[in-house]
């Protein structure tokens, strides 16, 4: 088995794109036929995110998804996992939660610390809340897509993540803005209403903007901080 551990010696499966999913739905097969349980979906329940959910229900229903709730999402997010519930009811949606409460945060570490620190309000309620829900984990999935920004341009398929000493499945490297939305649109599938309103990338409410740059998907991120990612990708 393909493993953190075994990444140097064992061999990594090629897979076609130029089929109707670009390789992800043999992607995922291949990943829950070698992984079964071993293998969670974090999930931010962007647009990326419903596609692939959709993707996963073909391949395994009940599959583990984990969304971390940093306790600052917009309502309207928490409205997207609703649908998701109601539309995939075998899916296992875990809310993970970081340790801290946001109050305990402000009186550790001050008020708004997503403010003055945002790099270490992203670490605490994401980063190790991450890496608690894949202890025992063997794999993870993400829909990170290679369009996206300059820093996730050379992901592969099967990639080896030494942040969580884990392999990350990556199904979507291939598919475009347009890809993703010709497949929601042909699929009736639900997803954030914040997608029509300029929010191409929906991360936490207070780090959330509308994108500045139309040609920039994650331009609404962290305004002002020089700050594009949040740390899961980021080894």
Known sequence: MLTYQTWETEEKPSFPHDNET?????????????????????????????????????????????????????????????????????????????????????????????????????????????????????AWISGLRREQSPTRSHVEYINKDDKFKSIKICPLIHWTWKDVWNYVYKRRLPYNVLHDRGYPSIGCEPCTSPALDPNDLRSGRWVGHGKTECGLHIS
């Open 22 to 138: 670009k390789g992800a739905l043999d992607v995922l097969t291949w990943a829950f036929r070698q992984y079964k349980d071993d293998i969670v979906y974090a999930c931010s329940f962007g647009v990326e995110g419903i596609v692939l959910i959709d993707l996963i229900s073909q391949v395994k229903p009940d599959a583990e998804i984990v969304f971390l709730d940093t306790g600052l999402h917009f309502r309207e997010t928490y409205k997207t996992i609703e649908k998701v519930k109601e539309k995939y009811p075998s899916l296992r949606i875990v809310m993970k939660k970081p340790s801290l409460s946001l109050e305990e945060q402000a009186q550790q570490l001050g008020d708004e610390l997503w403010k003055h620190n945002p790099n270490k309000c992203c670490e605490l309620r994401k980063v190790i809340p991450l890496r608690e829900a894949l202890t025992g984990i063997t």
